[in-house]
């Protein structure tokens, strides 16, 4: 199936110069969402996933669905403030400032081996703030899998050494 073509590249937003990728074209196709999930699944299964994490808000739209079809956990990845018990926090930098990113202490046993799932990998900041929480919990991130991935803006590079997966690659 040509997923990329479920995509619609939208110029200028949130910025300008910024061609955003919008997965919400994707997700409209009750069959193209299924299939792209089905991926993110047999990826997930492959690498031996016992839990998967996602960071909010799109990274719920492939975890979720796909935790589920595993009938495996589902650990949200949120911003500051948004988790209602003790967290572990990091922040990270973001083009202008930084953020932060927490995740309940609670929602990672030792040595459980996890699986991230995200719609899109750009410089690859979400991703590693997420895996340094996994890793602080005593969790081993077992694989990385992306409905897209944008070259050149070295989130590969910045994610070496940890398996990553992506449906949809943008030169
Ligand atoms: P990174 O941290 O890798 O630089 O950025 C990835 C995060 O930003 C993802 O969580 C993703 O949701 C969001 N993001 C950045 N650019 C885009 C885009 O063009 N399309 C979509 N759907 N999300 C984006």
Redesign the pocket.
Known sequence: MDFKQHIKEVADYPKEG??????TSLMQDGEVYKKSVDELVAYARERGAELIAG?EA??FVVGCPAAYALELGFVPVRKEGKLPRETVRVSYGLEYGTDILTMHKDSIKPGQQVVIL??????????EATIKMIEQLGGVVAGIGFL?E?DG?G?RERLEGYDIFSLIRYE
């Open positions: 910024i061609s955003f990728k919008d997965i960071p799109r990274g995200d719609d899109l990998l750009a410089t690859g900041g979400t991703i897209i944008l803006l989130g």
